[in-house]
DNA sequence: CTAACATTGTTATTTTTGTAACAACCAAAC
DNA sequence: GTTTGGTTGTTACAAAAATAACAATGTTAG
């Protein structure tokens, strides 16, 4: 298919993702059909939004009948998710990394946690949540036995670049940053970033504005 | 200052939040003066996109000798900052929230988490790093008492739009919603969500993409 | 002294994202 | 049957954000 080839907005894959998240409890509800203004009213957004996206990736819905619950979160799967999976690790076993390896685990099939990394001794070869805690210094090398192909770090923020740097030597094709210092990868390794201080801030700023302080 | 009273562009005040961060380190190492080259360096983003910022915050720097650092910190924090700082509070005490209070706390000044909410008996009325944790029913009590202006929601899913609810009745007037399930609030309080599952989805599609799989 | 250069600040352009407008459609009501 | 109404899919428009272009300026090299 075409449409799945070429590349879509950064903002409607993430309204995708959360599409079929909600679409997967209403399935589970026994809803079978949905309205472009159900979907938006569920993520605070225009039903023209939604609508929009859903042309992006070539999906039509029936007239007066709405989107097939069943179909939808299908196509968005084929869109979203690789054939086989991928797989991902955690690069600092901390309070961070192990909130993020005990919650995601299980929840998506085709996204799954197989090994963290620390270099602390108390970590090394353990195992939190189901997932084998590594010495750092075995990074490449499970790396690549293991077929990990997304790495998440958490290790703290003057760490990062380091980190960094060895996971894409070690061949990940995508990294989550939720360190507050921001890393350099070459232009093929996707990398996504996110600061939690930033984001309060940001709603520090704005609550301070619009409540007229000083 | 009539600058900071209009309304910055959103990007702008996440990314003078981050630059802040960081020249406090080059403060910390002597730094007294940098080049917006620099600045960008650090954040992997163009020079031009720094100087922009700074022009719309009004700040400038010396030709051929760059931006004095103390400063810049300064003027950022009469932007983002409120005189005497905002209370934070976090609700739902699980992995999550902890992570969050134990990380936050002391970091930044003009942001403190005064209180933890939870309905789990077992954590009611417990200390997290330093961080009382009542009963969500003591919610609107709390709040007042302690001039609580933003909350961070950390409940599971399905408990949020209860939570936010309440929070909007108690007077909140910020709001950053760590919780996949997005909810519902009145104009007037702002809202913040980010959702941990769809960046790790989005890392996984462009990973996809980019690797020409399938 | 002058030319070349590095760097800033600003304006113009392009790209991305979101919103609005509207034609097409078909089911139901009358 | 014809009209009404709700809903989709698409095109056109607007707003936000990023990038590029470039003038201004003062420092350094010759
Ligand atoms: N905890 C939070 O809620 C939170 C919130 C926002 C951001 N963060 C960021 O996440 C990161 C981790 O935070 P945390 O609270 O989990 O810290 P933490 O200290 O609990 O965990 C960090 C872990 O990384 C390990 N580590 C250190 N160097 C390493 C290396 N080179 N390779 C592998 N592992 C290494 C440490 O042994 C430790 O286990 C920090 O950068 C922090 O800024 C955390
Ligand atoms: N843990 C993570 O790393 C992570 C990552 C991404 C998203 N999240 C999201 O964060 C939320 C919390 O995740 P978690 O792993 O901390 O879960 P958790 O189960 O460890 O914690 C949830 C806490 O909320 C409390 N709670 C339940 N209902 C409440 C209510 N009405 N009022 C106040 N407290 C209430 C529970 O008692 C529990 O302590 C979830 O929505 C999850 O989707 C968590």
Redesign the pocket.
Known sequence: MAISLRSL????VERLSQYRRNLLVCLSKGKQHI???EIASIHN?????V??D??LIG??????K??DVKELIELIGTILDSRDGLKVCVVGVGNLGRSLISYFNGRRSKLTIVAGFDTNPEKVDKVYAGVHCYHFDKLTEVIQREGVTIAIITVPAEQSPHVAEHLVIAGVKGILNYTPKSVNVPPQVYLEEYDMITSLEKVSYFVKKNSGLE
């Not at 957004?45 to 939004?49: G, L, N, R, S, Y």
């Open positions: 907005p950064d903002k409607t309205f472009s203004h957004i225009t039903p023209v939004q609508r929009r859903l042309m999906y039509t819905g029936t007239l007066r709405g989107y």
